[in-house]
Structures are given as C-alpha cells and as structure tokens.
C-alpha cells in the first residue's frame, strides 16, 4: 500500500526534531559537569549565591529527559513509516502534548512583548530604549516559535485522525476491531500518567512545594507530591480502562485544579511570595520584570489554566457513555421462551 506524502513528511519532520533533542540532552550533561566542577572548586565566579549542591543532578536529570523524548520521536517516526497502527497513536499523543504547550505558552509570550523591562536607575535612555527593543525581538521570536508548535501539533491532530489515514493504519479497513476508548480519553490517560512520573521526580528536586499559596517543605512537601503522584497514576489506569471511577475521580482533580487557579488568579501575590522563596534557595537573583507585570502574568496563566481544566471536564461528561460497560446482546424470543 502506497504510503501518503503526509505520512512520510510527518515522519521526516518528526525524526528531525527528535534528533535535535540529542544535542540538547548533550549539552545538559555537559553543564551539568562544568556546574559540578564549579560548585566543588568554590561555585561560579560572578554568582550572586553558591549553587545548590544538587543542581548538577538536576541537569543530569534534564540530560536523560531529552534522551527519552528524542528515543520516543525517533520510534515513533520508524513507526509511521513502516504504518505501525501503535505509531498513529504515537504521533497524536506527541501532536496533542505540542498543541497544549504552544496554545498554553503563545499568550504569555504575546503578553511579555508589551511588558517593560526592570532597568537599573540612572541608566542612558539610548541603552533602555536598545534593551527593550532587543527584548521584544526575542519575545517574538519566542512567540513565533510557539505558534509553530501549535500548528504542528493540531496539523497532526486533524490529518491523523481523518478517516483514510485510519483505514490506511488499521491495514485492511474494518479487519482491525475498532477500540471503544475515545482518543481524547486517551490521551489525557497518557498525561496523567506522565504528569504521575513527573511529581515523583518533584519529590527529589530539594524544592518545596506550594498549594494554596501554602510553601510546604520537608515530609509535608514529600506527602503532597505523592499524594498527587498516586492520584494521577489511578485517573490514568482509569480513564484508560474507562472505569467510571477513574472518570470521576479524575473530574475531582480537576475541580481541585480550578479551585487553586481561581485562589491563584484572585491573589497572585501569594505565588510571587513562592517564587521569591524558590530563587532565595537556589541563589538566583529575582525577575528582571516589575511586581506588577509578574503578577498579570501569572494571572493569564493561572486563567488558561482554568479554563483547560473547564474544557477537560466538558470532555469527560461528553464521553460518560464511553464509561459504561458494553450491553450484553438480549436473547432471541425462542431461547426466551425455552
């Protein structure tokens, strides 16, 4: 069978970026030896703090991450070239995660494009007005390179799910049974496992924790993240298996998500207040942005954030059906009667 041109185009561009993942993943371990060597001979000339003893780790940590996203897009690519029917779904899960970053991430970056910049006082109008004008070119840069994730990750999404190319990975058309799992449910079963792995790494890093504005350290900070860690990981089994109780349970973490985005956007200072607290443990200086703009953007966040979680619920109650155990076929009206 005749492999289509968006096929093998989409396997191409997706094997080129996973391999630029490898120079990155490189660069994170080399970082973090030079942090290593830098922290044990006295920390980093120029710092304005030592260097958490944990921050090579850290890099370390970052260096495999992009080794395991660069080995899954390079399968994944081998996938859809060969019409692997596992690759399809590959391909949507990665187009749904680049979608949801670049729509997430494009309004923040459009907003900082109008926020000024702090500058030090008595410095020359000439150097504000090149500073910010430099900045804004970055921002923009920054903002067009998330408007291409997003359009890549929804070109996927809508030309992997047409019928054709369905039938065209199924093989022959209807001889694979069709699952009853509904992509989207899928994919969020998918993230919330991945987001599962990703508060047990949070338990390692030496950073503490915050919920309701509440910084937790210590034991209270190990709970909360594996607390969350083993509610993620049961709505995923959940919704993969479309158990009507990891359908509900995952809409009560949900709600918990709003209820914290809704304290968060009505009282942003108390994530400034955590933010501070963050860069006095890692030795970081503050944010060149004023209180104000900081503030208006975790707002814009935490109201996408919202409303995110708002369109995840509409998704669950528009699939409920999908949750219910499938009817068993009623016998004839002879084998009734007999």
Known sequence: MKRPFGVTFSAVLLMLGSLLQLPIALLMAFAGVVLHKQIGS???????????????????????????????????????????????????????????????????????????????????????QSVQTITRIIFGAIALMYALIAAVG????????KKKVRELFAGVAGSIPQSRRPFLISVLAVLNLIGAVGCVLMFFLPLPAVIFGLILYGWQKAAIYL?????????????????????????????????????????????????????????TTQSPLPTQSQAMIYELSFGLSALFCIAIVAVLVYYRAAFRPPAEPQPSLPEAIQ
Request: charged share 10%; glycine share 12%.
């Open 227 to 283: 607390v969350f860690a083993a509610l993620q990981a049961a709505v995923g089994i959940g919704l993969w298996r479309l158990h009507e109780w990891g359908r509900k349970l995952a809409l009560g973490v949900l709600a918990f998500g709003v209820v914290q985005a809704a304290v968060y956007l009505v009282r942003p200072s108390l994530l400034l207040r955590y933010t501070a607290e963050v860069n006095r443990i890692m030795g």
């Open 42 to 128: 006295g920390g980093l000339p120029g710092a304005p703090g030592p260097l958490p003893s944990w921050f090579p780790a850290y890099m370390y940590a970052l260096c495999g991450f992009f080794i395991a996203l660069a080995l899954w897009g390079i399968l994944t690519s081998v996938g859809l070239l060969r019409l692997r029917r596992w690759a399809r779904f590959s391909i949507l899960i990665i187009g749904g995660a680049l979608a949801l970053i670049g729509v997430a991430s494009l309004p923040v970056t459009l907003v900082m494009l109008f926020v000024p910049m702090n500058v030090a006082s008595g410095a020359d109008a000439s150097q504000v």
């Open 154 to 161: 929804i070109s996927w999404l809508v030309y992997f799910n």
